[in-house]
């Protein structure tokens, strides 16, 4: 399996995920610093692989810190959770990984100072397992949603490399490959930051997937010839009402799919439903740089001075979402009742 987060004794190792597909290439970040300019940058990225960065940043951060007793090391692991939490602001991911590090120091505040380290390190590691253990569950949920043959659209890269392994909307596709399900990919180039073409395509292939790469442009038209029979993507926050946040371009398709009869689903964990966020509007959404839209590998591509847009993700009303499928089963409409009664009972109290 891609070994997308890892912990080492000597820091955080991600796959550089800038550099695929053309190089496979390892970074190692020694400090929480370190950590958090790698999830600004998308050397790691998707939802639940952000998540766990910043568990894990967080546990760098508390073992590798100076303070000489508890209440120094709580403004340590306050500041550290600052950094981290002002990387990115749309996947609820990071928010949820970082306030589970803080509720364990909190629970294990009592006990001396190098056990809290140890306690943050297992706790972060125990996020990472657990995320590969949810996204494995998707599969077997959703597994059976898919047609027993057929092709099956993703948008961005909501595989192992997004998670920390299996992966969430590419889950459910390999779950339903393993199960003898004939199924072919069609992974949308997703504009500008391209993980469909690069990651989507990179790790689909690695696994034996057919797969075949699309501009964002041309879905449209594959749907309405008939040549797409479901779509599935991951998310980046799922509002308590259902509505979807995800990479930009998902709107898009979620509309296609309905005016063309196909079902839409999307495959998120838990750990990514906000059920304190009543609806997708409140949602804050990514600006990220212009540059990712006027340079393609370095090359510019648009004349200077041109004006740019880039939000990195859209929200999709849950009215064009068939069915969310997480770890804990398939939910559909009406998501303020279904995700409620499937929430942990944690989340669902809130
Ligand atoms: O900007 P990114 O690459 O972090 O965006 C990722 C996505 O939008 C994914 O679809 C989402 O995080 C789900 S990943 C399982």
């Known amino acids: 399996m891609i070994k997308t987060v890892e912990w080492t004794d000597a820091g955080v190792r991600f796959i550089d995920q800038t550099k695929l597909p053309t190089e496979e290439t390892y970074v190692t970040c020694k400090t929480y610093e370190e950590v958090a300019d790698a999830i600004r940058t998308m050397i790691v990225r998707g939802a639940p692989a952000i998540g766990v960065a910043a568990a894990m940043g967080v546990a760098l951060g508390v073992r590798n810190s100076q303070a000489p007793g508890l209440a120094a090391l709580k403004r340590d692991l306050n500041h550290i959770c600052d950094v981290l939490a002002a990387t990115r602001p749309t996947a609820v991911n990071l928010f949820w990984g970082i306030r589970r590090m803080k509720d364990k120091f909190d629970e294990v505040s009592a006990q001396p100072i190098p056990e809290v380290r140890r306690a943050l390190v297992a706790e972060a590691c125990q ?93 449209g038209t594959m749907m309405r010839q008939g040549r797409i029979d479901a779509v599935v993507v991951g998310a980046d926050r799922v509002a ?111």
């Open 127 to 219: 996020m990472l397992a657990e995320d590969i253990a949810a996204n494995e569950s998707m599969g077997k949920h959703g597994a059976g949603l898919l047609p027993s043959r057929g092709s099956i659209l993703t948008h961005c890269n909501a595989g192992a490399l997004a998670t920390c392994g299996y992966g969430t909307a590419l889950g459910v596709i390999r779950a339903a490959v393993d199960s003898g399900k004939k199924l072919h990919v069609f992974a949308g180039e997703t504009r500008p930051f391209l993980q469909g073409s690069r990651l989507t395509a990179w790790e689909l292939l690695k696994d034996g997937i057919p797969t075949t790469v699309i501009s964002d442009n041309m879905a």
């Open 240 to 350: 308590a009402n259902g509505d979807v946040a995800n990479k930009i371009g998902t709107y898009t398709l979620a509309v296609l799919a309905k005016e063309n009869g196909i079902s839409f689903y999307v495959a998120a964990p838990f750990s990514t439903v906000d059920l304190d966020t009543p609806d997708g509007s409140q949602i804050p959404i990514e600006q990220r740089s212009s540059k990712e839209v006027t340079h393609i590998a370095g090359k510019q591509i648009t004349p200077d001075g041109v004006g740019v847009e880039n939000p990195a993700f859209d929200v999709t009303p849950h009215q064009y979402v068939t069915a969310i499928i997480t770890e804990r089963g398939v939910v559909r409409a009406p998501y303020n009742e279904s995700l409620r009664a499937l929430a942990p009972v944690e989340t669902a109290s809130k």
